[in-house]
């Protein structure tokens, strides 16, 4: 079966400090893509990135940078100088196949972050 | 309209009602999906739909009920609810590219509280 796990529950920093949100997932898939997405107060939520398990490349958009690492099953997410705006819950989430090319999605609980001023 | 549209926003009903979720998505997708978010719960995928055929049924009750009309057009008909029912209900699509995975959009979802 296919597990995401996201153990913190809540992380809170002051504005501008760097901060590194945890991933570790399950599969017996040689085959998957791994996401993050952000859910802000309003309810919705924002695809961040997508990642297949062949690619371990580590990759850095702006302030976001995502550490792909399969020997520990583990998908980090670092917001380096951290803001306001970026308080929100954020999941990490792990797919799977199934007929017609529809995804399955399996999520983590989520993370609450939180950016003090 | 752009992205994924979801209505109403809020909804509150009593257990004996019959109300209905609507989702539409602009984005020329072929796969939706229903979610569930209760507090403290992670997501739930209730019911998928590609090219309008149900592929997957998460083991939801049945006073839950989707239908699909089309491909840019997913419903969720609630009837005799229960207090436990009340949570976020997020709606999805993705576009089928046929032995690969594209990332799912979402909706600002509907509110459900259950009386």
């Known amino acids: 079966a296919q597990k995401v796990t996201q153990a913190q529950t809540e992380i809170s920093v002051v504005e501008k400090e760097d901060v590194t949100l945890d991933c570790v997932y399950e599969?017996?898939?040689?085959?998957?893509?791994l996401f993050w997405y952000k859910q802000p107060p309003s309810g919705e939520l924002v695809f961040l990135i997508r990642?297949?398990?062949?690619?371990?490349q580590n990759e850095i958009s702006g302030r976001y940078s995502w550490n792909f690492q399969k020997s520990t099953s583990s998908f980090n997410f670092t917001i380096t100088a951290s803001q306001v705006v970026d308080s929100a819950v954020y999941f990490c989430?792990?797919?799977?196949?199934?007929?017609?090319?529809?995804?399955?999605?399996?999520f983590g609980q989520g993370t609450r972050l939180t950016i003090n001023p | 309209e752009t992205g994924v549209t979801q209505t109403p926003r809020h909804l509150v009903m009593g257990m004996t009602n019959k109300k209905s979720l609507k989702c539409e998505q602009h984005?020329?997708?072929?796969?939706m999906y229903w979610y569930k978010q209760s507090a403290k719960k992670p997501l739930e995928l209730m019911f998928v739909y590609s090219l309008e055929e149900r592929v997957e049924n998460n083991s939801v009750p049945s006073r839950f009920s989707p239908e699909c009309p089309n491909s840019s057009h997913l419903f969720l008909h609630l009837h005799t609810l229960q207090p436990e029912d009340s949570a976020l209900y997020l709606c999805a699509s993705s576009q089928d590219p046929s032995g690969g995975t594209n990332e799912q959009f979402f909706g600002p979802g509907t509110r459900l509280t259950v009386l």
């Open positions: 984005l020329g997708h072929n796969a």
């Open positions: 599969t017996r898939d040689t085959t998957y893509y």
């Open positions: 989430a792990l797919s799977g196949f199934l007929i017609q090319g529809a995804q399955k999605l399996v």
């Open positions: 990642r297949n398990s062949f690619d371990e």
